[in-house]
C-alpha cells in the first residue's frame, strides 16, 4: 500500500494551487456577492484541460483518471465551491455518464464538445416530487417515429442555464417502474427544451442553478444513451461516481476553512497573546486536521478503486458523508473562532459555512448515503 | 527551427535564506521556484510554438533535482530538457555558468532559424549576465530585455523596453534574446502535458559529456575556477509594517503633518 501520490498527480495539485490562487481566489468574494457565473474562469479550466479531463484523448480530453479530478476539485474548492462544483457535475455527471454508457457516435459527437468545445455539462435527474426518492420522476418520454417527444420539467439542476449538453432522465415506460426510466443525452437547441427559474439559494452563488422544463421536447432517436429502461441503472451508477466530486469538494470547504482559521488565529492577539496559543484552539484545530485527513483518504481511495473498475459504492457514499458533514462541523467552528468578524462578509469563512451546507444535501443526503452505506454491510 | 529556453531554479525568497560557510546560498535546503523572467521566455517560446509549430527546449545547470522543474516546463508544453548537472560545476558563476551552458547548447546543436531564449537576469544574483555571455561565447547577435517579439522567416522584429522608452530591433536567427516580464504572461501547466511530462526525453549532460568542448576551459568552471568572490550571503532586516492615510483633502494632510511632527520628523 502506498500512500504517496504520483509525479503527475502533485503536478496537478501544483498546477490547480496554482490557478486557484491566480485566477479564482481574486474573484471568488465577487462571485458570491454577485451570484454571476464565473464564465471567465471556466473558460480557462477548458483551456488547461481541466473541465473533460478523464476523457480520453481521442475525443479531446486528457485521459486523467478520477483521483486526479478529485484533486482538480479539492484544490478549487479550498477558494470557491462554486468553481468546484460546476466542474464535479460536468466531469462527474456529464462525461462520465456518455463515456461510460455512449455509443461509438455518441462519444464521437458529444465528447469532443465537451472538452476542447467548451461546452458546459449538466445531469437532469430530481424532480419537485423526486428528490431522494429519484424512481418517481414524472418527466415522460416517448417514441415517435424517428424520434422522441418528452416532457416534464427537472428543478436544482447544476449548471443549468450555462450548459449546453444534458444528460437526462425519463420515464419511457411507467408501468414499469424504475425498468421504466431510460436516459437520454439532450441539447439546449433541442425544440421544446427551455430553461425555467433560476434557483436562489443560501450558498454556492457562483453555481447556476436553473429548472429545465421539457414542453413536447425533439430528442433525435440516437441520442438515447444506454438502452430503454436502463436509465435508473445508470443515474445510480453516475451518482456513485459524482459522490467522489462532491465529497472532493467539502474536503476543499474544510482545509479552505482550516486554513483561514490558522492564518487568523496566529494573528488575532486577545487577553495576551495570539489565540492560536490558547488550548481550545489547538485542540478544535487539531480536530479539523485529523478530520480533513481522514477524509482525504476516504476520497482519494473511492476514487483508486473507480480507476481500478473495482465497485466503490459504499466507499463513494462514506467519503461524501464524512467529509461533507466534516465540512459543516468544520466551518461553522471557523466562524466561531472568528467571533463576530466571521459572522460578516469581511472573511470568507461565513461563505464557506452557507457553501458546505449544501454538500450534506445534494447527490444523496447525508441520510442517503447512510442508506447506501448500510445496504452494502451485509445487513 | 527549434527555440532553446535558459532556466535556473532560484531559491523562493519568501521562505527561509540558507547560506554556506563559504558565503554562497545553501540551495539544497531551499525551497525553489522557477525564475520568473525565465517562465517569461518560456512563455515566449511556447507563443512562437503555438504559431510556427517548432520545438522548445529547456536547458538548465543544477543539482538532479532541478529535474522536477524541467517536468514542470514540459508540463506546460515544452517538447525536451536538458540537464547539465556535474560536481565539477557546482559553485560556478556567471562567467563560468555562461561558459558551461553555452558549450552544452553546441554540443545540442543550432541551427540557422533557432532561437536562444533567456530570462532578463535571475532574482537571485540579479546580474543579467548569463545570457548575454552565452551569446559572446557562441559568437550569435543578441537582443536584450526583449517586450515584444515577431518573427517572419530567419527574421526577428523586436522591440527592447528600455528604462527610458523602447527600441525596435531586426536580427537574423540564430540569435540570442532575453526577456521581461512585460513581454507576456506565462501560461499554466495543462492537464495534457502533465499526463505526458514523464515520458518526454530528458538529456543529462555531465562534465565528460562537455570537457573535451572547444568552449570549455577547465579552469574557469566550478567555484575555484570562478573570478567572481562572494563575500557573504543575508537576509536583509525586515521592515516594520507601514501605514496608510487614506484620502487627499486636508483632513488627511494635518493628520500626516500631526504624525512627522509627532515623530519629530517635522
Redesign the interface.
Known amino acids: 500500500m502506498d500512500f504517496n501520490l504520483s509525479?503527475?498527480h502533485k503536478?496537478?495539485r501544483?498546477?490547480m494551487a496554482?490557478?486557484t490562487e491566480e485566477v479564482v481566489k481574486p474573484i471568488t468574494a465577487e462571485t458570491d456577492r454577485t451570484a454571476e457565473y464565473p464564465r471567465e474562469t471556466i473558460e480557462k479550466l477548458f483551456?488547461?484541460?481541466?473541465m473533460g479531463?478523464c476523457v480520453p484523448?481521442e475525443y479531446g480530453g486528457?485521459?486523467?483518471d478520477p483521483l486526479?479530478s478529485a484533486i482538480a476539485i479539492e484544490e478549487l474548492a479550498k477558494q470557491c465551491a462554486s468553481t468546484a462544483d460546476i466542474l464535479a457535475t460536468h466531469n462527474g455527471l456529464c462525461c462520465d455518464p456518455i463515456l461510460t454508457y455512449g455509443t461509438e457516435e455518441q462519444k464521437a459527437k458529444y465528447l469532443p464538445m465537451l472538452t476542447k468545445g467548451h461546452k458546459v455539462g449538466a445531469f437532469c435527474l430530481t424532480e419537485p416530487n423526486a428528490g431522494s426518492d429519484a424512481s418517481k420522476g414524472q418527466t415522460e418520454c416517448k417514441l415517435e417515429g424517428d424520434h422522441y417527444v418528452m416532457n416534464g420539467s427537472k428543478i436544482f439542476i447544476t449548471n443549468g442555464y450555462v450548459a449546453e449538453v444534458f444528460v437526462v432522465f425519463a420515464m419511457t415506460d411507467k408501468s414499469k417502474g424504475t425498468k421504466g426510466i431510460s436516459a437520454f443525452i439532450v441539447e439546449n437547441t433541442f425544440p421544446g427544451f427551455s430553461v425555467g427559474k433560476h434557483e436562489v439559494k443560501m450558498g454556492l452563488h457562483g453555481s447556476p442553478t436553473a429548472e429545465i422544463v421539457f414542453q413536447d421536447c425533439i430528442i433525435p432517436k440516437e441520442n438515447l444513451l444506454g438502452k430503454e429502461g436502463q436509465g435508473f441503472k445508470i443515474a445510480m451508477a453516475t451518482l456513485d461516481g459524482g459522490r467522489i466530486g462532491i465529497a472532493a469538494q467539502a474536503l476543499g470547504i474544510a482545509e479552505g476553512a482550516m486554513a483561514e482559521a490558522i492564518n487568523y488565529t496566529k494573528g488575532r492577539v486577545q487577553f495576551g497573546k495570539p489565540i492560536s496559543k490558547f488550548q481550545n484552539t489547538q485542540f478544535v484545530l487539531a480536530d479539523m486536521e485529523l478530520g480533513c485527513e481522514a477524509g482525504r483518504l476516504l476520497v482519494y481511495q473511492a476514487a483508486v478503486k473507480k480507476a481500478n473498475g473495482e465497485r466503490y459504492t459504499k466507499e463513494a457514499a462514506m467519503a461524501k458523508l464524512f467529509n461533507s458533514e466534516h465540512a459543516m462541523k468544520t466551518t461553522t467552528k471557523v466562524v466561531q473562532m472568528f467571533g463576530g468578524y466571521g459572522y460578516t462578509n469581511d472573511y470568507p469563512v461565513e461563505r464557506m459555512m452557507r457553501d458546505a451546507k449544501i454538500t450534506e444535501i445534494y447527490e444523496g443526503t447525508s441520510e442517503v448515503q447512510r442508506i447506501v452505506i448500510s445496504a452494502n454491510m451485509g445487513l | 527551427m527549434k527555440i532553446i529556453v535558459t532556466v535556473k531554479q532560484v531559491p523562493d525568497t519568501s521562505g527561509r535564506i540558507a547560506v554556506n560557510p563559504d558565503g554562497t546560498l545553501n540551495r539544497a535546503s531551499m525551497q525553489t521556484i522557477i525564475n520568473p523572467d525565465d517562465l517569461n521566455a518560456i512563455e515566449a517560446a511556447l507563443d512562437l510554438k503555438d504559431e510556427l509549430g517548432c520545438k522548445v527546449v529547456a536547458i538548465t545547470m543544477g543539482p538532479p533535482p532541478a529535474e522536477g522543474m524541467l517536468?514542470?516546463l514540459m508540463?506546460m508544453g515544452v517538447d525536451e530538457s536538458i540537464l547539465v548537472s556535474g560536481r565539477e560545476f557546482s559553485g560556478s558563476d556567471t562567467y563560468a555558468t555562461s561558459q558551461i551552458l553555452a558549450a552544452a547548447i553546441d554540443t545540442y546543436g543550432i541551427d540557422e532559424d533557432d532561437i536562444i531564449m533567456s530570462g532578463r537576469q535571475a532574482i537571485d544574483g540579479d546580474t543579467a549576465q548569463v545570457g548575454p555571455q552565452m551569446a559572446e561565447k557562441l559568437g550569435l547577435p543578441q537582443v536584450s530585455y526583449a517586450g515584444e517579439i515577431k518573427k517572419e522567416g530567419n527574421t526577428l522584429t523586436i522591440k527592447r523596453m528600455l528604462e527610458d522608452g523602447y527600441m525596435t530591433l531586426r536580427v537574423k536567427t540564430p540569435c540570442l534574446v532575453t526577456c521581461i516580464k512585460e513581454l507576456n504572461t506565462p501560461r499554466?501547466?495543462?492537464?495534457?502535458d502533465?499526463?505526458h511530462?514523464?515520458e518526454k526525453p530528458l538529456k543529462v549532460m555531465d562534465y565528460e559529456a562537455l570537457k573535451d568542448h572547444p568552449l570549455m576551459d577547465k579552469s574557469t568552471i566550478g567555484l575555484q575556477g570562478s573570478p567572481t568572490n562572494i563575500l557573504t550571503s543575508f537576509t536583509p532586516p525586515l521592515k516594520g509594517a507601514g501605514r496608510i492615510l487614506e484620502g487627499s483633502g486636508k483632513e488627511t494632510t494635518d493628520e500626516l503633518a500631526g504624525i512627522l511632527s509627532d515623530k519629530h520628523i517635522i
Open positions: 509525479n503527475e503536478l496537478i501544483k498546477m496554482e490557478f483551456d488547461v484541460g481541466i479531463m484523448e486528457a485521459g486523467a486526479a | 517536468r514542470e508540463a499554466f501547466m495543462n492537464v495534457w502533465i499526463l511530462t514523464y
